[in-house]
């Protein structure tokens, strides 16, 4: 797994700095596992700006080396609940100042910003904009030169086709702020249409309403085409805003105060220390947890009793952040092939450090102890014949189409709700398979057996090979 940037991909106009199309000099870059962008803008002369930077600076700090680049200004539009910043770390390394809000109290050296007050950078100037709503702190930045309106960061106000959530301090503050976006996103609207808008959150991202695949786009697009912006008054944007919330990770309600107070500095990500059969034997006597990071059908074949199957993949950190508190002690399982900085970093990126380490020759050395083994059923969606049908997926997933006798435990809810369950042989399902492994492995967990995993589709794919309908009531 690897998180590279893509391509610079303003897609609607290239504003001009001086000689040099601002594009070029724009590096998103894009983790479609939380479904985020933070952006290093090369500002020249070898200095860089990056904003809303997180905590696993791989691919920033790649970027930066590409290009000679030293990080010289952290700019973090709010505080964040999906990540870990790296604005600390990268004032650190880079000697960077940090530039964000100055109500939101955060505790460790910035350069606290109001509305309307400006940065000059190596001759551009960056302007705050108070655009409260997602977070009640929230800024903008608006990029200018000389009078010309540029881009602006919009982090979790305006998005592509949207606005970012306005849940995340309680469901009883959702709809006062809800009321805040809508007039945040109505002064965004105010800038010329040529206006790149650069977001935070994008596609993917749990402090999203439902977008598209697009992460940016331009003032003159959205005004175009953004469902929220086109709303009619401001209790019809709050209907259509609150009306698109899902569910979100159960670690989000913890992150804004360490990003508050300022993450820990890491001067190397913790390592996953080789423990053999008996080490992991006791650890989890003592309460530890088995994370079988291995591909679905690696994991079917033969795991840990009570593992938790979390496939590696872009949104790995989201469930281990959802199904995990962060005290409970990790005892990895991977293939041989699986990078380990691929786990540790995107778990530390969300805060989890507790690994206590990996099985030492993986699941091979843990059968040759003696170890107990366990296997779980794999069948392709056509063949799902058992008495219990669990989708795991999202409400707005099921609602689009299910299975006319599936249940719909979202997978985030399952453990809670194990006991809930009919009796009887059981097949989870979700999109793909790595979801409904994770689910299996929730309910071996609990006591749960005959399971099996629907794997290579879900409920499209069923359709498609019965000829039976879907049902989309909820």
């Not at 100042?97 to 190596?122: C, K, M, N, W, Y």
């Not at 872009?314 to 469930?319: E, G, L, P, S």
């Amino acid at each position: 797994m690897r998180r590279d940037e893509p391509p610079s991909a303003c897609a609607h106009g290239q504003p001009i700095v001086g000689s040099v199309e601002l594009d070029d000099r724009l590096i998103p870059l894009v983790d479609t596992g939380l479904g985020n962008s933070a952006y290093l803008l090369d500002l020249g002369d070898r200095r860089a700006l990056a904003v809303d930077p997180s905590l696993d600076l791989r691919a920033t700090g790649r970027a930066a080396e590409r290009r000679g680049l030293r990080i010289v200004y952290a700019a973090e539009t709010h505080l964040h609940a999906d990540f870990l910043s790296g604005a600390r770390q990268l004032s650190a390394d880079h000697g960077a100042q940090i530039l964000a809000s100055a109500a939101g109290g955060r505790e460790f050296p910035h350069t606290g910003l109001a509305d309307g007050d400006e940065v000059d950078i190596d001759g551009l100037t960056l302007r705050a904009l108070a655009t409260p709503g997602h977070t009640r702190e929230h800024l903008s930045f608006l990029l200018l030169e000389g009078a010309t309106e540029l881009a602006v960061f919009t982090g979790g106000s305006l998005i592509v086709g949207g606005a970012a959530r306005t849940d995340l301090l309680g469901a009883e503050h959702a709809e006062e702020l809800a009321r805040a976006q809508y007039r945040s996103l109505r002064r965004l609207a105010t800038l010329p249409d040529a206006t790149a808008v650069w977001p935070t959150h994008g596609a993917g991202s749990y402090c999203s309403a439902p977008s598209g695949a697009q992460r940016t786009s331009t003032i003159g697009a959205e005004k175009a085409g953004n469902d929220l912006l086109s709303a009619p008054d401001e209790d019809a944007f709050v209907a259509r805003l609150l009306g698109g919330l899902g569910t979100y990770p159960a670690y989000f309600g913890r992150l804004t105060e360490v990003n508050r107070r300022g993450p820990s500095l890491v001067t190397a990500p913790p390592l996953l220390a080789p423990l053999d059969a008996r080490e992991v034997r006791r650890l989890l006597a003592d309460g530890a947890v088995v994370l079988d990071v291995r591909p679905v059908v690696d994991y079917a074949a033969g795991h840990i009793a009570g593992s938790l199957s979390i496939p590696l993949r872009a949104q790995f950190a989201t469930w281990l952040g959802w199904l995990v508190t962060p005290d409970v002690p990790l005892v990895v399982v991977r293939d041989a092939g699986q990078d380990a900085d691929d786990i540790v970093w995107p778990a530390l990126n969300i805060g989890y450090t507790a690994f206590a380490g990996e099985l030492d020759g993986g699941i091979d050395a843990w059968t040759a102890s003696g170890g107990e083994v366990r296997t779980t059923g794999l069948t392709v969606p056509s063949d799902v014949d058992t008495p219990v049908v669990v989708d795991v997926r999202q409400h707005r997933e099921h609602v689009e189409g299910h299975l006319p006798r599936a249940e719909l435990v979202e997978l985030g809810d399952l453990a809670a709700r194990a006991g809930d369950l009919p009796e009887g042989a059981t097949t989870v399902m979700c999109a793909h398979g790595e979801r409904a492994a994770t689910g299996a492995s929730v309910l071996e967990r609990a006591g749960r057996s005959d399971l099996s995993i629907a794997v290579g589709g879900g409920a499209p794919e069923w359709a498609a090979a019965t000829g039976r309908p879907l049902d989309d009531r909820a």
